[in-house]
C-alpha cells in the first residue's frame, strides 16, 4: 500500500477510471484530469459503481490537450502520471488532423509538465494500433513489442494518431526527458466491465451483438479484460524493469467475430438470444457503403504476444472468454442494451 500522489490523465476515459479504481485500492491517492469540472460528477458516478468510496481520496483538475493550461497544476506533488487521455473514435473527428495533432502535442506536453515537476515515471497508454497495423498479409505472427505499425500501408486515422504520437514520446524521452521515465502499455481490444454508458469503443462489438446486428464481420482481433489493462498500468508504472519499455496488453490468441459471437451465446443464456453466428461474405462487406471502412481488416490475422508482460513483470490477465462475458454481464446489468 502507498500514499503517494498519481496522476491519471482522461479521467472520463474507460482505460483511465478503471485505472483510477486500481490505484485507490492500493491505497494511492489519485488526481485526475478532465476537459471539463462539469464532468467531474459523471466520472465520479461511475467510479462508484466501480466500488469507490465518495471519500476516497480522489481530486480532479481542468487540462486539455490541445493547451497548456492546467498541466502545471496537475503534475505537482505527483510520483507517477498514467498518461490515457488521448483523441478516441467519437465521431467528432474530421481531419486527420483532429486525430494526429492533440495525440502528439498532448504526449509532449503532458511529458514536459511531468519532467518539470520531477515525476519519477510516466506510463504512456498507447495502443495495439501503434505496433500491428498497415503490415503486408504475410508479415511475420505474432505481433510483440519490437513491431511498430506501418504508416505507409492502409492505417486508420486513430492507429495513425497511436503511432505517431508514441514515437513522439520515446524520442522526447531519448533527446530532453532529463530523469524522467517511460513506460508504454499497448494494449489490444479493451473488453470487461462497464461503469456506465460512456465506455469504450471496443466494448461496442459485443452490444452491438447483443443487440442483434444481423452478422459477424470476418474480423480478427486480441482481446483483453480492462482490469488487467489497469493492473499492467499500475506494474508499469512501478516496477524497475518496465521503465524504457512498452508491453502488449492481450489476454491469448487472437479471436474471430464469430468465435466471440459463439462464446456470448454459450455463457449468456438468454441475454444472447438476438446475437448472430452469421459470417457475412466478405465481398458483401466490401460493396457494402456502410461498411466500406472495414475492408482492410477483412480476413486478417491480428496475434499478438504479452509474454514480455507475463515474463517480466508477473502479469497474470484473465482469459478472452472472461473478457468477453464482463462486458456483456455489465451491459446487462447497467441495462444498457437497446437504445
Known amino acids: 500500500m502507498s500514499d503517494e500522489l498519481v496522476l491519471v490523465t482522461g479521467g472520463t476515459g474507460f482505460i483511465a477510471q478503471h485505472c483510477i479504481l486500481a490505484l485507490l485500492d492500493r491505497g494511492y491517492r489519485v488526481r485526475t484530469t478532465v476537459r471539463s469540472l462539469t464532468r467531474e460528477r459523471e466520472v465520479r458516478n461511475q467510479l462508484e459503481v466501480g466500488g469507490i468510496a465518495a471519500d476516497a481520496p480522489l481530486s480532479f483538475v481542468s487540462a486539455d490537450l490541445t493547451d497548456d493550461s492546467g498541466w502545471r497544476e496537475a503534475v505537482a506533488g505527483c510520483v507517477y502520471v498514467l498518461h490515457g487521455a488521448s483523441p478516441t473514435p467519437s465521431g467528432d473527428q474530421v481531419s486527420e488532423d483532429d486525430w494526429i495533432k492533440p495525440a502528439v502535442e498532448g504526449n509532449l506536453r503532458v511529458l514536459r509538465a511531468a519532467r518539470d515537476a520531477g515525476v519519477r515515471r510516466v506510463v504512456l497508454t498507447s ?34 494518431s497511436k503511432t505517431l504520437s508514441e514515437r513522439a514520446a520515446w524520442d522526447f524521452i531519448q533527446r530532453e526527458g532529463g530523469g524522467l521515465e517511460l513506460s508504454a502499455v499497448n494494449p489490444v481490444a479493451v473488453l470487461g466491465p462497464v461503469l456506465g454508458a460512456d465506455f469504450s469503443h471496443s466494448i461496442r462489438l459485443i452490444k452491438h451483438l447483443l443487440d442483434g446486428q444481423p452478422g459477424c464481420l470476418n474480423i480478427n482481433s486480441g482481446f483483453v479484460d480492462v482490469r488487467d489493462v489497469a493492473d499492467l498500468h499500475l506494474l508499469a508504472m512501478t516496477e524497475p524493469a518496465a521503465s524504457g519499455e512498452r508491453f502488449l496488453a492481450t489476454a491469448g490468441e487472437s479471436m474471430w467475430m464469430v468465435d466471440v459471437a459463439k462464446v456470448l451465446r454459450e455463457r ?42 507475463i515474463q517480466l513483470l508477473g502479469w497474470r490477465p484473465r482469459s478472452s472468454d472472461e473478457a468477453i462475458v464482463a462486458s456483456a454481464e455489465s451491459l446487462v446489468r447497467l441495462g444498457l442494451l437497446g437504445d
Open 268 to 309: 449468456l443464456g438468454a441475454a444472447a438470444d438476438k446475437v448472430s453466428s452469421h459470417v457475412w461474405p466478405d465481398s458483401e462487406v466490401r460493396k457494402h457503403p456502410a461498411m466500406k471502412a472495414f475492408a482492410p481488416l477483412l480476413d486478417i490475422d491480428m496475434n499478438a504476444s504479452s509474454a514480455k508482460a
Open 127 to 160: 495502443a495495439f494500433g501503434a505496433i500491428g497495423v498497415g503490415h503486408r498479409r504475410d508479415y511475420r505472427r505474432p505481433f510483440d513489442e519490437t513491431d511498430w505499425s506501418d504508416l505507409t500501408g492502409d492505417v486508420a486515422p486513430y492507429q495513425r
